[in-house]
């Protein structure tokens, strides 16, 4: 019962990692291609500056809930550890 037990703990803490880190992963290469495709409306079109970045700042905020999201369900795997 007691390796049953410990053997639940590990997997939980295994699922926990692995969805902080697809999470983080995901929203990392989300955020930097958005930047860059940011970076290069600005450059080719400078008057429209404040409008691109007023949609990135929205668009990065959404990309990083999935990390948020991520970090929520490995709190929620680590809360049923105990």
């Known amino acids: 019962m007691d390796f049953t037990m410990s053997l639940v703990a590990g ?8 969805a902080v880190g697809f999470g983080a992963i995901g929203s990392g290469i989300g955020q930097g291609i958005a930047a860059g495709k940011a970076f290069e409306a600005m450059a080719r079109q400078p008057e429209v500056r404040g409008t ?8 990065l905020a959404f990309m990083e809930t ?14 049923k550890m105990s």
């Open 11 to 18: 997997l939980i803490a295994i699922g926990a990692g692995i």
């Open 52 to 59: 691109v970045q007023t949609f990135l700042i929205i668009a």
């Open 66 to 79: 999935l990390t948020i999201y991520g970090l929520v369900i490995a709190f929620m795997l680590l809360n």
